[in-house]
């Protein structure tokens, strides 16, 4: 069971910062992976960034440069830092835990409900 409870979403004018948050509530899980993905409405969910436990990180190109992933030391939660935002960032952005379920070992992942961030030109 995974619960994944995102925050730091909102309004903010073109240029701007935000900092996401999700803090993930685990029991017989364990978590190999987290990411953020984000979903414009009427268009397909899309990767922005991942984390894995040892930190290597991955990050869809619009993100590169402008967007910060982190996580805390036992990957119980994960952060996204978002700089220079522009309108064409507004969209729901989604906290995904990837992992193996104990003691099955099958792999599985989950999702967070959502926050929204709006860009104001």
């Known amino acids: 069971q995974v619960q994944l409870t995102e925050s730091g979403g909102g309004l903010v004018q073109a240029g701007g910062s935000l900092r996401l948050s999700c803090v993930a509530s685990?029991?017989?899980?364990?978590?190999?992976?987290m990411a953020w993905y984000r979903q414009v409405t009427g268009k397909q969910r899309e990767l922005v960034a991942s984390?894995?436990?040892?930190?290597?990180?991955n990050y869809a190109y619009f993100a590169k440069g402008r967007f910060s992933i982190s996580k805390d030391s036992g990957l119980n939660a994960v952060f996204l830092r978002m700089n220079s935002l522009s309108p064409e960032d507004t969209a729901v952005y989604y906290c995904?835990?990837?992992?193996?379920?104990?003691?099955?070992?099958?792999?599985?992942?989950?999702w967070g409900q959502g926050t929204l961030v709006t860009v104001s030109p």
């Open positions: 995904n835990a990837n992992g193996v379920e104990v003691p099955s070992t099958r792999t599985n992942e989950h």
């Open positions: 685990t029991r017989m899980f364990h978590i190999n992976s």
């Open positions: 984390i894995t436990r040892n930190g290597d990180t």
